[in-house]
């Protein structure tokens, strides 16, 4: 009996703090954290969800979390500070620019830029110039034999 008690009361207990109210926040904190929530990806969506926009249990429960962090007076970067600690960078929508996310952002720009670089080197690249063939020309047919030949064929009578 007092096994039930006691697992009655824990699940009391439990319920009573999943459903403790959040803080109420004044406009300016609700936009700011609304704004925090769209830059936080949910960790279980599969199409890179924001918190704010995605409906799964651990994004309601993160949504929570940052609602709590504004009423207590936290800055911005120590609440994406506190989610990259548990979540890792991926949580955050927009990485930070150091260390390895550096080539993350810096790679489409260089690879642009070498890009370029080979175009405008094979643009630029010098063609070898047409030569001009070893053997002398054919004095009697011109340029080109069959060109006499055809020449000679369509001359009129007139023409000589």
Request: charged share 20%.
């Amino acid at each position: 009996m007092r096994r039930v008690l006691l697992t009655g009361a824990l699940l009391g207990a439990t319920a009573v703090a999943q459903t403790a109210p959040t803080p109420s926040l004044t406009p300016a904190q609700e936009a700011r954290a609304l704004a925090i929530e769209k830059n936080l990806r949910c960790p279980l969506c599969d199409t890179g969800e924001s918190i704010a926009d995605s409906r799964s249990t651990i994004a309601v429960k993160m949504r929570e979390s940052v609602r709590e962090q504004v009423a207590q007076g936290r800055g911005d970067t120590d609440i994406y500070v506190y989610f990259s600690q548990r979540y890792g960078n991926f949580v955050l929508l927009d990485p930070p620019k150091s260390g390895r996310n550096l080539l993350l952002w810096g790679a489409p720009l260089a690879a642009l830029a070498a890009g370029g670089g080979v175009l405008w080197a094979f643009l630029r690249r010098s063609r070898p110039a047409a030569t001009l063939p070893d053997e002398p020309l054919n004095d009697a047919g011109g340029f080109d034999p069959y060109l006499a030949q055809v020449q000679r064929d369509t001359r009129r009578d007139g023409d000589s």
